[in-house]
C-alpha cells in the first residue's frame, strides 16, 4: 500500500513541526497504539485502512484521558 507505518510516522513528523513553529499543540497517539516493531496490531483493522469499532472505541478512550 502507499501509504504503511513508515510513510504515517513520517507525516506525523511533519505535522508535529508545523505544530511547533505555528505554536499548536500536537497529540502524538502513535506510541499508544503500535507494537514493538512500530506496526499498529493486525486486529486494528479489516480492511487496511479503517479501524475497527473495537479500536476506534480504544482510540476514543485513550483521547478521553
Partial sequence: PYENNQRIAEFNTEIQTMCQENQLSFLDLNPDFVDETGNLPQNSTEDGIHFTAEFCKK?????LQ
Avoid at 482510540?59 to 483521547?63: E, P, Q, S
Fill in 59 to 63: 482510540y476514543l478512550d485513550t483521547l
